[in-house]
């Protein structure tokens, strides 16, 4: 059973084109985050939703928006697609605690290899 | 700006061997937690150490944490070819945003 899965898993598209990236995980978590790791396998955090309301927001350009239609779901849509936007991006959840100050592991997808040419 | 720095960046040893890893981070954590990424795959969670613990142990796998230092190491004992990976040190922010911050990795290969 997959805990978190993504797909598609591999996505080859043209710049300016418009694509979407799904994310969905069966282990009831409340939170969800979209990751981007570069050529280099550096990891940053784009965005995080915590039943459904976003709670982490980096300094992403507005062209990534992320979409949560309830707790068990994350998408990412990219609009006009740039080679820069070549990378893996992953998905991952995490039970939130209650209160504040206190992040859990995260359980990560296998991963989305985008390719812009 | 990066919170984590990893250490070395590359680890080449002989299976049996032992292997340590080290991460060094810029400001007050909640807790710390070490992942495992192999080639093509996503990341897997080993452990987190809370800001009020020293020394955690899992099987083959033992953590340090000195805040004083603000550093972290991991140590892999008796490695085997299958702990070939890429390990991540993260960070969990002091604040409310239960934000995860990677460090840049360290590429573990053990050679049979």
């Known amino acids: 059973d997959t805990a978190v899965s993504q797909t598609p898993k591999y996505l080859v598209t043209q710049m300016g084109n418009d694509k979407s990236i799904k994310c969905e995980q069966n282990?009831?978590?409340?939170?969800m985050y979209w990751y981007k790791q570069d050529s280099k396998k550096f990891l940053k955090i784009m965005f995080s939703?915590?039943?459904?309301?976003?709670?982490i927001n980096e300094t992403v350009p507005n062209r990534f928006s992320p979409k949560s239609p309830d707790k068990a779901h994350l998408n990412l849509h990219i609009n006009s697609l740039e080679l820069g936007d070549s990378a893996v991006y992953f998905c991952?959840?995490?039970?939130?605690?209650?209160?504040?100050?206190?992040?859990?592991?995260?359980?990560f997808g296998p991963g989305t290899r985008l390719t812009v040419t | 700006s990066q919170q984590g720095e990893e250490d070395p960046q590359a680890l080449s040893i002989q299976e049996g061997e032992n292997a340590t890893m080290n991460c060094s981070y810029k400001t007050s954590i909640n807790n710390l937690q070490w992942y495992r990424q192999n080639s093509g795959r996503g990341l897997v969670h080993l452990i987190l150490i809370r800001s009020n613990e020293r020394e955690k142990h899992s099987g083959r796998l033992r953590v340090t944490l000195d805040t004083s230092k603000k550093s972290s190491s991991l140590l892999i004992t008796a490695s085997r070819a299958a702990d070939t990976a890429s390990y991540f040190c993260a960070t969990g922010l002091m604040d409310s945003s239960y934000k995860l911050i990677f460090g840049s990795g360290t590429r573990l290969l053990v050679r049979p």
């Open positions: 282990l009831g978590h409340d939170t």
């Open positions: 939703y915590n039943n459904k309301e976003l709670i």
């Open positions: 991952a959840s995490s039970q939130r605690a209650g209160g504040s100050g206190s992040s859990y592991e995260q359980y």
